[in-house]
């Protein structure tokens, strides 16, 4: 967890903005991932990078979208489609063992 | 998306007790994953499991998977207060490979002192 960083760890928008997550990592990883929690559930999948200029959908990708320009950063934006956006979102990188999470950005849109 | 179904969702032990959390699928899986997360944080990436019957030991953490690799399960001998959090499955398609990987549900452990 020490090689993926997200910025910032709070964060609250006004609803109908969009609004753009980071999420860097240093860790040589091919693989990145964006993840959704809410209170007291499991991780859902909105988003995953295989390789550079790539990505799929995960089980929850309306109203989001990414983009992987370098290996190094997946940015996910929270767009004003989003209809329930506020949630704790968790960035992950991948080396094919094992998923190792970012600490996370909680969002709040009011 | 296939998911994997984990009981139970909640747990509360008193400290020293033992604690099991299980993880089922409807299909064969080619790996298992176990991540905790504790309270507050972030889920962290404790081992994978890739052979039929395979049991793996970390300290007081048994992990096993199935002969038929469609279920899974995580045991803690003498719970401490430090495992309080909630305990993730998780599955990808392929061992290997950079793929979509699925959380269970959770079991959230609960230990009182």
């Known amino acids: 967890d020490g090689g993926i960083t997200q910025s910032p760890k709070y964060l609250f928008r006004k609803e109908g903005q969009n609004v753009t ?6 860790l040589n990883h091919d693989a990145m991932y964006w993840y959704r929690q809410d209170p007291g559930q499991g991780l859902r999948l909105i988003y995953y990078s295989q390789i ?6 995960g ?3 309306e109203g989001y979208s990414v983009s992987r320009e370098k290996k ?5 934006t929270v767009t004003s489609a989003q209809k329930n956006p506020t949630a704790f979102y968790l960035c992950a990188s991948s080396i094919g063992r094992g998923v190792f999470f970012g600490p996370g950005t909680r969002l709040t849109v009011l | 998306g296939q998911q994997v179904m984990q009981i139970p969702q909640y747990q509360h032990v008193q400290e020293g007790e033992d604690f099991t959390t299980y993880c089922n699928s409807s299909t064969t899986l080619s790996n298992i994953q176990w991540y905790k997360q504790r309270p507050g944080g972030h889920p962290v990436f404790l081992i994978q499991l890739v052979k039929s019957g395979e049991v793996k030991k970390q300290k007081r953490l048994t992990f096993q998977f199935g002969e038929a690799k469609k279920n899974s399960s995580l045991h803690i001998t003498a719970t401490q207060t430090t495992d309080v959090g909630t305990y993730f499955c998780a599955r990808s398609p392929d061992s290997g490979g950079y793929q979509k990987v699925t959380f269970g549900t959770g079991t959230k452990l609960q230990v009182i002192p």
């Open chain 1, 59 to 61: 089980d929850i990708a």
């Open chain 1, 21 to 26: 997550l980071s999420c860097e990592q240093n």
């Open chain 1, 52 to 57: 550079v200029n790539d990505f799929q959908k």
């Open chain 1, 72 to 76: 190094e950063s997946f940015p996910l």
